[in-house]
């Protein structure tokens, strides 16, 4: 999953809950909409890539500063301490709203539309009660 600064939901990929999260990483990315804000032609990647340490490795590194993304993930084997919590606490706070919908803490439905299609509401409701907060 990856959110906007503000926590809201941009790109939702499904797979098994057997497979790797790295195998998604450069999926994931593709997936990105266009990064709306100042005039012109708007941006099509962010900047920088949070990760944790799950996604150290030099091959995603080097496929990332590929397509010109600064990788800011966290190494394995040295301690904790290096900043990336500031940032990861927006993606693991989704996924939080997002087991507050008792449907997709456990999974039921047996067609991935479907539950790609409850990710998805679940992610405009989580939107629709920000937004009525922020008003």
Same mark, same amino acid.
């Given at each position: 999953?990856?959110?906007? =600064? &503000? ?7 499904? &797979? ?5 999260? @790295? &195998? ?5 990315? +593709? =997936?990105?909409? #266009? ?10 990647? #962010?900047?920088?890539?949070?990760? +944790?340490?799950?996604?150290?490795? +030099?091959?995603?590194?080097?496929? $990332? ?5 600064? #990788?800011?993930? =966290? ?8 900043? $990336?919590? =500031?940032?990861?606490? @927006?993606?693991?706070? &989704? %996924? ?7 449907? %997709? ?15 998805? %509401?679940? *992610?405009?409701?989580? *939107? %629709?009660?920000? $937004?009525?907060?922020? *008003?």
């Amino acid at each position: 999953m990856i959110t906007d =600064a &503000t926590g809201m939901p941009v790109a939702v990929i499904l &797979t098994g809950g057997n497979r790797n999260d @790295v &195998t998604q990483l450069l999926p994931l990315i +593709d =997936a990105i909409p #266009p990064i709306r804000g100042l005039r012109g032609r708007p941006r099509r990647r #962010p900047r920088k890539v949070y990760a +944790d340490r799950g996604y150290d490795h +030099d091959k995603y590194r080097r496929l $990332l500063r590929q397509r010109r993304l600064t #990788p800011v993930i =966290a190494r394995r084997g040295i301690p904790h301490g290096s900043g $990336l919590g =500031a940032r990861r606490w @927006v993606v693991e706070r &989704t %996924l939080a709203w997002l087991h507050g919908f008792r449907r %997709l803490r456990t999974r039921y439905e047996r067609r991935a539309d479907i539950h790609q299609a409850m990710i998805s %509401l679940a *992610c405009s409701v989580i *939107c %629709l009660r920000n $937004l009525l907060t922020s *008003c």
